[in-house]
């Protein structure tokens, strides 16, 4: 970090508005320090890179992250408020946190991305041989590397976590759901589920195989827990219904500023999991669905019945209840266009 006070510490102290310094800024931020009246230490890494040391011992290291898709806007809002409260002395943290905006620029524009989906390119697949970095690209590596410290200067033994915040496109039959990333044989955590369903999150999906993504990237290379949750559905600023996310808000809260958090006793029956059956390549220019835009994330399909249309290639449902996750057909060719999930049963796999 350098050794100047950058100009926009004075207003950060008084607004705690790092969203919009993170807006203003939209690629790069120059690193910045200062310390809380209640000795929490804030530092800023990056543009839309917020890190929160408290000033007393902690046990955890927290990852928040939205705007990894700039025009998934209520989990930015939920993210903004925290950091406020934070910076205004109002919130008293007992845990290490990091703030992540992942794509400032993409924010602003109010698309999912500029250039390029920034959750595709998380575990390395920023930089490829013979593919030209761009700025997503970057900001994907050096986001790696944020967590990657921010991970390594935890205290020893203490736990690690990243809850990566998404909206859905569509609509979703279960309004909120998490991806619990690919975990290479070992169980999965029934704590994990239980702060999830603190947060108002009851459907969570299985992943089977490595991913592309931040949450994976967590969970993978620094064996954290990780997910990605989606909070409804992408909605403009402004108009989301904030109070549909005030458990999730509380919780986050929860996690950050207690020493401890106490979850009611787990029970299987309050939660819908699934497992996902298969992933579905876009790799034709012509690639189609039978469905409209208004068929939701959960809906069932009976055996037999078309799911989707690859170039020549038709996809159809082999068992029975087979159920569409975030379809999209505008995607780039060689990208998941669809997940398809089973229903599965909490067994001996989670501990
Ligand atoms: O609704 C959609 O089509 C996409 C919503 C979204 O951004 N989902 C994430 C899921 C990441 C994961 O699989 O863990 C994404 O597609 O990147
Ligand atoms: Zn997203």
Not at 17 to 44: C, K, M, P, Q, Y
Not at 61 to 88: F, M, R, W
Not at 329 to 338: D, E, K, M, P, S
Request: aromatic share 12%; glycine share 6%; with cysteine.
């Amino acid at each position: 970090m350098s050794a100047t006070t950058p100009d926009y510490i004075e207003e950060l102290k008084q607004t705690g508005d790092f969203l919009t310094l993170s807006r203003n800024n939209e690629w790069h931020l120059a690193a910045g320090e200062f310390t809380l009246n209640n000795g929490t230490v804030v530092t800023i890494h990056d543009t839309g890179v917020i890190e929160f040391q408290p000033a007393t011992v902690s046990s955890k290291d927290v990852v928040y992250s939205s705007a990894v898709h700039g025009n998934e806007t209520a989990p930015i809002e939920i993210c903004d408020e925290l950091i406020k409260q934070i910076i205004a002395g109002e919130l008293l943290l007992k845990q290490r946190a990091l703030f992540i905006f992942g794509n400032p620029q993409s924010i602003n524009i109010g698309l999912r991305f500029v250039e390029e989906n920034l959750n595709r390119l998380f575990n390395g697949h920023h930089s490829v041989d013979g593919v030209p970095m761009n700025n997503e690209r970057t900001r994907a590596a050096k986001l790696e590397q944020y967590v990657s410290d921010f991970f390594s200067r935890g205290e020893q033994g203490s736990s690690r976590c990243h809850y990566d915040l998404h909206t859905a496109i569509r609509g979703s039959k279960n309004e909120k759901f998490a991806v619990y990333p690919y975990l290479h044989g070992k169980p999965w955590k029934k704590s994990q589920l239980q702060f999830l369903l603190s947060c108002g999150v009851n459907t969570v999906l299985m992943m089977k195989s490595p991913a592309t993504t931040f949450s994976y990237y967590s969970s993978f290379v620094h064996d954290a827990d990780s997910f990605t949750v989606e909070l409804g559905q992408v909605k403009p600023f402004g108009e989301n219904d904030m109070s549909r996310f005030a458990k999730t808000k509380q919780t986050l809260t929860a996690l950050i500023s207690q020493d401890m958090v106490e979850y009611p006793e787990f029970n299987a029956d309050e939660f819908e999991l699934f497992t996902v059956h298969r992933t579905i390549n876009r790799t034709q220019n012509e690639f189609s669905f039978p469905f409209s835009d208004q068929a939701e994330n959960f809906t069932g399909f009976a055996k037999g019945e078309l799911l989707a249309t690859d170039g020549d290639t038709p996809y159809y449902a082999d068992v029975q209840g087979e159920a569409i996750i975030f379809p999209n057909a505008n995607v780039a060719i060689g990208q998941r266009a669809l997940l398809t999930v089973v229903p599965m049963a909490i067994d001996s796999n989670f501990i």
